[in-house]
């Protein structure tokens, strides 16, 4: 009789449990840790990733290389590659040069610095009547977005965190100075301007027949400003020019100086009373004690001109019609500046609390392009000479012009003289860039 064949028991048993830890392997290796299925997705993710940024970086190559075809200058902007290394606080750890589309018009953000943004307007710019105060620290992925438009206008800088009265909740007054970017984007824009083509004198000094009105003393100093106005020739004033010339600006008190806790350490800081009656050599050493002391210099004549050039046919300010605005021109600078500071006679939103000496920043109608009472509240020390024996010059308007007399007599652009050492006048501080620093 024929035996049968076929499979026993056991052996089904064991085939069973070979078939279940196969299996069991099979599925870690499929769903565990380092798994197939896991790191396939992983690697389509991080390629998808990968061709997005790659494409990201396409588009700005191919922008960019179109602007050069239109005329532009073509160059790869930072923030498709980059962005600028800062602190905890959000400060620049290096130096950052932050170029835009324009040619020549940029800002360097220096160390220990930042950009911020202003309440009123919710921007980097305020308006007159808006609120100027600072907001935040704007955060380093926007640095390298800043436009020339908003260069133009008036960026402001901090060095430090936003904080008040060393943090306290009902703190007033800043733990931070406040300065304002002065682009120079050409050697046109920086030069020293007699401003005397008003009242009938010519550019050379020379009175016609157009009659005459205001202070001889203007005239005939500020025109006759090549032979009798002169800036200290020494290596700081030189490399005050470098400095400008390599990074295409200067940085500017964003308000006028008051005294800082430090003995004769000046600040800018908002809501602060000026410092008075101080002489222009206590003044330059003021300056120089501040902490950034190798930085941080009162300005020059010729500054302040540039800064009056940057800002004719550029900054809005106020008008005699409260809540108007304009364009600021010439008339405004060599004419009747009481439109947009603190005479006796202010106009419009200036008119505000205006014929005594106030606070720095307290109206909001007195500033142009983010700098506040540069016209008016308190005349300013500034480096010019006047070239007969130890005269300082100092330069614009203050509160008390306009009563009784007309505030076109001490515009903006004014500018007289006084003993170096006789404590009348005020002084505004400005950050400089010194090549070889």
Same mark, same amino acid.
């Given at each position: 009789?024929?035996?049968?064949?076929g499979?026993?028991?056991i052996a089904?048993?064991i085939?069973?449990?070979v078939?279940?830890?196969l299996?069991?392997v099979?599925?870690a290796?499929l769903?565990g840790?380092?798994?197939i299925?896991?790191n396939?997705?992983n690697?389509?993710?991080?390629?998808?990733n990968?061709?997005?940024?790659?494409?990201?970086?396409?588009?700005e190559?191919?922008k960019?290389?179109?602007n050069?075809?239109?005329g532009?200058n073509?160059?790869?902007?930072?923030?498709a590659?980059?962005?600028p290394?800062?602190d905890?606080?959000?400060?620049?750890?290096?130096?950052?040069?932050i170029t835009t589309?324009?040619?020549?018009?940029q800002?360097?953000?220096?160390?220990?610095f930042?950009p911020?943004i202003?309440?009123?307007?919710n921007?980097?710019?305020?308006l007159?009547?808006? @609120?100027?105060s600072?907001k935040? =620290?704007?955060p380093?992925?926007?640095?390298y977005?800043?436009?020339a438009?908003? =260069?133009n206008q008036?960026?402001?800088?901090? @060095?430090n965190?936003?904080?008040?009265?060393?943090?306290?909740i009902?703190?007033?007054v800043?733990d931070?100075?406040?300065?304002v970017w002065i682009?120079?984007?050409?050697?046109?824009?920086?030069?020293?301007?007699?401003w005397?083509t008003?009242f009938?004198y010519?550019e050379?000094?020379v009175?016609?027949d157009?009659?005459?009105s205001?202070?001889t003393?203007?005239?005939?100093?500020?025109?006759e400003?090549?032979k009798?106005w002169?800036n200290?020739?020494?290596p700081?004033?030189?490399?005050?020019?470098?400095?400008i @010339?390599k990074?295409?600006?200067f940085?500017i008190?964003?308000y006028e100086?008051?005294?800082g806790?430090?003995?004769k350490?000046?600040q800018?800081?908002?809501?602060?009373?000026?410092w008075t009656?101080?002489s222009?050599?206590?003044?330059?050493s003021s300056?120089k004690?501040?902490i950034d002391s190798i930085?941080?210099l009162l300005m020059?004549?010729i500054?302040?001109?540039?800064i009056?050039?940057?800002? =004719?046919n550029?900054?809005v300010i106020g008008?005699e019609?409260?809540?108007?605005t304009?364009?600021?021109d010439?008339?405004d600078?060599? $004419?009747?500046?009481?439109?947009w500071?603190?005479?006796g006679n202010?106009? $419009?939103g200036?008119?505000?609390?205006?014929g005594?000496?106030?606070?720095?920043g307290s109206?909001e109608?007195w500033?142009?392009n983010?700098i506040?009472d540069?016209?008016?509240?308190?005349s300013?020390?500034?480096?010019?000479?006047?070239s007969?024996g130890n005269?300082?010059?100092?330069?614009?308007?203050?509160?008390g012009? $306009?009563?009784?007399?007309?505030?076109d007599?001490?515009?903006?652009a004014?500018?007289?003289h006084?003993?170096?050492?006789?404590?009348?006048a005020?002084i505004?501080?400005t950050y400089?860039f010194?090549?070889?620093?």
């Amino acid at each position: 009789m024929k035996e049968k064949s076929g499979i026993t028991l056991i052996a089904l048993v064991i085939t069973i449990i070979v078939l279940l830890i196969l299996a069991g392997v099979a599925l870690a290796t499929l769903t565990g840790q380092g798994n197939i299925i896991g790191n396939a997705e992983n690697a389509v993710g991080k390629y998808n990733n990968s061709v997005s940024s790659e494409q990201q970086l396409l588009n700005e190559i191919e922008k960019y290389f179109q602007n050069y075809l239109e005329g532009g200058n073509g160059a790869i902007p930072p923030e498709a590659i980059d962005i600028p290394e800062v602190d905890e606080n959000g400060l620049a750890t290096e130096n950052t040069t932050i170029t835009t589309e324009e040619e020549n018009v940029q800002i360097v953000i220096p160390k220990g610095f930042a950009p911020v943004i202003l309440n009123g307007s919710n921007s980097t710019y305020s308006l007159p009547g808006q @609120d100027g105060s600072v907001k935040e =620290i704007m955060p380093a992925d926007q640095w390298y977005n800043i436009t020339a438009e908003q =260069i133009n206008q008036g960026i402001v800088i901090v @060095d430090n965190a936003i904080t008040y009265d060393n943090g306290q909740i009902t703190g007033t007054v800043p733990d931070f100075n406040e300065y304002v970017w002065i682009p120079i984007p050409d050697d046109t824009k920086f030069k020293r301007i007699a401003w005397t083509t008003r009242f009938g004198y010519d550019e050379n000094g020379v009175y016609g027949d157009g009659g005459t009105s205001g202070r001889t003393q203007f005239l005939s100093l500020s025109a006759e400003l090549n032979k009798t106005w002169d800036n200290k020739i020494e290596p700081e004033y030189s490399n005050m020019v470098d400095s400008i @010339d390599k990074n295409k600006g200067f940085y500017i008190g964003r308000y006028e100086a008051s005294e800082g806790s430090t003995e004769k350490n000046v600040q800018s800081k908002r809501q602060q009373n000026p410092w008075t009656y101080i002489s222009q050599g206590d003044a330059i050493s003021s300056c120089k004690n501040n902490i950034d002391s190798i930085n941080m210099l009162l300005m020059y004549g010729i500054q302040w001109d540039s800064i009056l050039n940057w800002l =004719i046919n550029n900054a809005v300010i106020g008008t005699e019609n409260i809540g108007k605005t304009k364009i600021m021109d010439l008339e405004d600078i060599q $004419g009747n500046s009481n439109a947009w500071a603190n005479f006796g006679n202010s106009t $419009g939103g200036a008119a505000v609390n205006n014929g005594i000496v106030q606070k720095t920043g307290s109206n909001e109608y007195w500033k142009a392009n983010n700098i506040y009472d540069l016209a008016g509240n308190v005349s300013e020390w500034t480096q010019e000479r006047y070239s007969t024996g130890n005269a300082g010059g100092y330069r614009g308007g203050n509160y008390g012009d $306009g009563i009784p007399e007309s505030s076109d007599d001490h515009p903006v652009a004014f500018r007289s003289h006084d003993s170096d050492t006789v404590e009348r006048a005020y002084i505004r501080i400005t950050y400089q860039f010194f090549c070889n620093k």
